[in-house]
């Protein structure tokens, strides 16, 4: 049995949480918050962030980047073209480049600002640096998330998915980003055409619906978030 500790609205949390689901793999869910750095979270994962898997007695697998060949080694050799890894070695290259754009820079430079300003700090105690949102971040990541948008428009409409021909880890890892975005109402879709297309086909896999029904308390989610036709 596989066992998740992620939360909700880690973007490298609902990454694994697709990419398990793509690969058919049963698994339990464990909430964490990973600010309050919970002992138990702290002996799977010294550094004390999600997402972490645990299969069965073996050791605790971190982070997406591991979790994703994890998966792969052990289960995507079975599914044939099923698998979300490319077959040729420049094919997998591109499809970890973008996974890695997209759960790294991309995080880093829009996502992780607008999830931690405006979901974790609503959630977080003040002793942990819950309270207001930090203006200048999310200016900053309003900024940038255009920049990066345009990017994965010019892959998505010169290519059958964000990586090649073929759906891949590197869709599963941008959809899971910009879903916590869509969330926020923090995407423009009308100004991005080709990303919301191809954005409609990953959404419509049954490994999102669980996270389009999850919710923030207080806080409701755009009209998009969960409109399969937006």
């Keep these: 049995m596989l066992t998740l500790y992620h939360h909700p609205f880690s973007p490298s949390s609902r990454f694994v949480r697709l990419i398990l689901s793509e690969y058919g793999a049963a698994f339990?869910?464990?909430?964490?918050?990973?600010?309050?750095?919970?002992?138990?979270?702290?002996?799977?994962?010294?550094?004390?962030?999600?997402?972490?898997?645990?299969?069965?007695?073996?050791?605790?697998?971190?982070?997406?980047?591991?979790?994703m060949e994890y998966l792969d080694e052990t289960r995507g050799y079975a599914l044939s073209d099923r698998r979300l890894m490319p077959d040729h070695p420049e094919a997998r290259a591109e499809a970890r480049r973008l996974v890695e754009w997209s759960l790294t820079k991309f995080d880093?430079?829009?996502?992780?600002?607008?999830v931690?300003?405006?979901?974790?700090?609503?959630?977080?105690?003040?002793?942990?640096?819950?309270g207001e949102p930090d203006s200048a971040a999310l200016r900053v990541a309003r900024a940038n998330i255009h920049h990066h948008l345009k990017y994965f428009g010019y892959l998505v409409a010169s290519r059958r998915w964000l990586a090649g021909d073929r759906l891949s880890?590197?869709?599963?890892?941008?959809a899971a980003e910009l879903?916590?975005?869509d969330y926020l109402g923090e995407v423009s879709w009308?100004?991005?055409?080709?990303?919301?297309?191809?954005?409609?086909?990953?959404?419509?896999?049954?490994?999102m619906r669980p996270l389009l029904s999850e919710k923030v308390l207080g806080m409701p989610p755009a009209a998009s978030y969960a409109d399969l036709d937006f």
Excluded at 38 to 65: F, W
Excluded at 108 to 114: M, T, Y
Excluded at 169 to 174: R, S, T
Aim: hydrophobic letters at 35%; one cysteine or more; a negative charge.
């Design 179 to 181: 879903s916590c975005a």
């Design 28 to 67: 339990e869910e464990q909430h964490v918050d990973p600010w309050e750095r919970p002992q138990q979270l702290l002996t799977l994962n010294a550094a004390g962030t999600v997402p972490v898997l645990v299969e069965n007695e073996g050791p605790a697998i971190c982070g997406p980047g591991p979790i």
């Design 108 to 114: 880093q430079e829009v996502v992780g600002h607008l």
């Design 169 to 174: 880890f590197a869709d599963f890892a941008l």
């Design 116 to 130: 931690r300003e405006r979901i974790y700090k609503q959630i977080m105690p003040k002793s942990a640096g819950g």
């Design 190 to 207: 009308s100004n991005e055409e080709d990303v919301k297309s191809w954005y409609a086909r990953v959404k419509s896999r049954p490994g």
